[in-house]
């Protein structure tokens, strides 16, 4: 099984961004990809924005610390794919990120998996963040419907949590 964690809350900090669908908040989506709640950029001024979205406190730090995902779902609206960039921090300290490409006009998931070594940096798992920094040039724009960070079961599956007890009797029998 997997855990999910979820937009919580969401900074702008210089106000580019904007959210359609008739929701209060990005973040009171539902983890549906064609989600009619989106988030934009409406600054058409050729530059890079980012916003950053604060995770729900709902991941306990899982054994695995391979297959954490950083996911979004998404659209574009205009005349061609767009790229943006997808991170993930704890606190202000950058995880992991990478450069994806929007390239249809349907939503669709967009992600990455950090590698081990990315996954174990993560000391504090109600402390992270989603930020997606694009920039609008006006003949394309992006929509994310959903965002999110999967990561394994707290409880492990391989490896983890406590071995199972043993007998005292069993010992004695070795003897």
Not at 82 to 107: H, K, P
Request: aromatic fraction near 10%.
């Amino acid at each position: 099984m997997a855990q999910y964690a979820r937009p919580n809350g969401s900074s702008d900090p210089d106000g580019a961004w904007d959210i359609a669908g008739g929701s209060a908040s990005f973040h009171a989506a539902t983890s549906d990809l064609n989600n009619s709640t989106a988030i934009y950029q409406t600054t058409f001024d050729f530059s890079p924005h980012t916003i950053q979205l604060d995770l729900d406190n709902t991941i306990s730090s899982p054994s695995d610390k391979t297959n954490h995902k950083v996911a979004v779902s998404g659209f574009y609206a205009g005349f061609s794919p767009d790229n943006f960039t997808l991170a993930l921090y704890e606190n202000t300290t950058s995880i992991a990120s990478q450069t994806l490409s929007m390239d249809t006009t349907s939503a669709s998931e967009k992600s990455f998996t950090l590698t081990e070594v990315q996954a174990n940096t993560i000391s504090d798992y109600n402390d992270l963040n989603i930020r997606i920094t694009y920039t609008y040039g006006g003949s394309v724009q992006v929509n994310f419907t959903e965002v999110w960070l999967e990561v394994p079961d707290a409880g492990g599956g391989g490896g983890g949590g406590e071995p199972p007890k043993l007998h005292p009797e069993f010992f004695l029998s070795l003897l």
